[in-house]
């Protein structure tokens, strides 16, 4: 079947360069190895990180698309819904019964039916609206919840940072 | 309600098994050139009804012979003397009260099983029944109350093979009057040609037609004592008195299913059959799947497979489409490649649509002025293209931020 997920993972390419999201790219790092893709994600305007460009890693699996990739932010970002080590933790990036948290509604899970375009997306609104109920990194759940100002700031450097500007 | 079975009621199968058949098999083309004629003869008969009407003696003279050249024997055993204004009587063919008008006179209301044209050329009696039961039962009773002649009813509503038990009888001929008399009517055929008269299913036409093909059929017609109905009696104590005396005399038992439940047998046994027909087919496919021709269409559940492993990969794409994909390249890698590179075209299926708000969150603001890209078939360009985009992203993000910040 890697060669199915091979020849999908093609197709996505091509229609995420031919008719790219607003603010997003990806595609494979070295197209010697087509199961590693780099995305990079602007923040949306009038949110915390407006402005940035942040890289992430996609990792495909052989099975792609029966089972999801996985994504990681290379860069630093400080964000209720990201773990410290740049992974990201949404629904749609996991099987309908893989389900760690025990928090996701079964109707945003991964299905071959989703793609990396929808996974992007779903980031996207992520980095607009933190889910601070199921918190992959606690201190920045807290101070979102708590210190708006303080995470407004952590957010400001996080995207000065990823613009090369700091 | 007896023991009996409801299939019991009926006869299933129109010839005779084994070498009972083998007569009829030999008297066919003779029947054949028979039924032929005797189709103009009836023409003559139905005519002839028709002119002779209103000289109701003569009519019965004349059609009794012509019926008997068309195959259709009558005898009677009238010892008791028809004396009541209601007549009720077994159904086990379709010519039953044209035979009982034969020998008695009387009035057969139209039913509308029988189509307007020919219930009026057979000499039936308009009583209105498809204005509903209410109205139907007003007209018999004043038609009843005028003393002319007695009304022939056939309670049972269906016909039964009339060798096992009765159906129930319909009320409707037992409110008319305080009394009624059973008619019994049974039918046979020459032993050796013996097809049956009229099975579960049968269309009128076919009885027909073997009416017409058998040498001849011989309908025998007793008419029973008058019963009268008790005075503390209910009406369907006495219903099923009247149905007791006739099945009687006819040797057979009493039940209480209806005619609906005959067309419920007719239809449960129709859907068994096409039940059984789509197992023998589901089993022949199943053997046809081991042949190793690939062409065969005994491949079908082998495509059903590979279709699958492609649906995986891209389930918004319809089976139906997959499937004919297959059936040319017989290979999931060369389906999924003409999907994707658009050989095919299609229709996606929506199966799982990305909920609104998710996009509607997406920034509407262009943040990037993206030229029309493409898409080299070189992976080195596309990688350099890739690379190339990076960057300007990253550096149109730079400029906007410094402008956004007087930064610059």
Same mark, same amino acid.
């Given at each position: ?166 | ?55 109701? =003696? ?6 009794? %012979?012509? @019926? +008997?050249? &068309?195959?259709?024997?009558? /005898? *009677? $055993? ?108 049974? =039918? ?6 013996? %097809?049956? @008269? +009229?099975? &579960?299913?049968?269309?009128? /036409? *076919? $009885? ?126 060369? /389906? ?73």
């Amino acid at each position: 079947m890697a060669g199915s997920a091979l020849k999908r993972l093609m197709a996505e390419y091509k229609q995420l360069t031919l008719n790219p999201p607003e603010g997003i790219i990806a595609g494979p790092v070295d197209e010697e190895n087509f199961f590693e893709w780099e995305a990079l994600i602007t923040g949306p305007d009038e949110t915390y990180f407006e402005g940035g460009v942040f890289p992430a890693s996609l990792t495909f699996p052989p099975d792609y698309p029966l089972s999801p990739p996985k994504m990681k932010f290379t860069c630093d970002i400080f964000h209720p819904n990201i773990y410290n080590d740049g992974k990201v933790c949404i629904s749609i990036l996991h099987a309908p019964g893989d389900d760690p948290m025990g928090y996701e509604s079964s109707a945003e899970r991964w299905s071959p039916v989703q793609s990396v375009e929808k996974i992007l997306l779903s980031v996207v609104s992520m980095l607009a609206e933190p889910n601070d109920e199921s918190a992959a990194n606690v201190d920045a759940a807290k101070t979102w919840r708590d210190n708006r100002p303080k995470f407004a700031e952590i957010a400001e450097r996080t995207v000065k940072q990823s613009l090369g500007l700091l | 309600m007896g023991p009996v079975d409801i299939s019991k009621l009926f006869c299933r199968r129109r010839f005779p098994k084994g070498i009972a058949l083998v007569p009829i098999l030999v008297y066919f083309p003779i029947g054949l050139v028979l039924a032929i004629l005797r189709v103009f003869i009836s023409f003559t008969a139905v005519i002839a009804a028709f002119l002779l009407r209103s000289l109701p =003696a003569l009519q019965r003279v004349v059609l009794r %012979v012509l @019926l +008997s050249v &068309l195959g259709i024997v009558v /005898t *009677s $055993d009238c010892t008791n003397k028809i004396s009541s204004q209601v007549l009720v009587t077994n159904h086990i063919t379709i010519l039953d009260e044209i035979a009982i008008s034969l020998v008695v006179h009387c009035v057969k209301p139209w039913r509308n099983s029988i189509s307007n044209t020919t219930s009026w050329l057979l000499g039936y009696t308009d009583f209105k029944y498809e204005t509903g039961k209410q109205a139907f039962l007003e007209n018999l009773k004043k038609y009843v109350a005028g003393k002319e002649l007695p009304v022939l009813c056939v309670p049972e509503g269906a016909i039964t093979s009339g060798q096992t038990a009765l159906l129930k009888f319909a009320d409707w001929p037992f409110l008319l009057e305080e009394d009624v008399q059973p008619i019994a009517i049974t =039918a046979s055929r020459p032993a050796i040609f013996n %097809v049956t @008269l +009229s099975t &579960l299913d049968s269309s009128w /036409t *076919s $009885d027909l037609f073997w009416f017409l093909f058998v040498p001849y059929t011989h309908f025998h017609i007793k008419s029973l004592k008058v019963v009268e109905k008790g005075e503390d009696e209910s009406t369907d104590q006495y219903i099923q008195r009247v149905q007791g005396v006739l099945a009687e005399q006819l040797n057979i038992s009493t039940t209480q299913y209806t005619a609906a439940d005959k067309s419920q047998l007719i239809k449960k046994l129709y859907l068994e059959e096409q039940q059984r027909h789509r197992d023998a087919e589901i089993r022949l496919r199943r053997s046809q799947t081991r042949s190793p021709s690939p062409y065969s269409p005994a491949t079908r559940s082998h495509i059903e497979l590979l279709a699958d492993r492609v649906k995986e990969v891209l389930p918004h794409v319809p089976t139906a489409v997959i499937k004919k994909d297959l059936g040319v390249t017989r290979d999931v890698d060369a /389906t999924i490649t003409n999907i994707l590179e658009g050989k095919i075209e299609f229709t996606p299926e929506d199966l799982n649509p990305v909920k609104k708000d998710t996009i509607e969150k997406v920034p509407s603001k262009s943040l990037l002025n993206q030229k029309k890209q493409t898409f080299s078939k070189n992976s080195k360009e596309r990688q350099k293209s890739f690379e190339e985009r990076k960057q300007e992203m990253i550096e149109a993000a730079r400029q906007r931020y410094m402008a956004k910040h007087g930064m610059m």
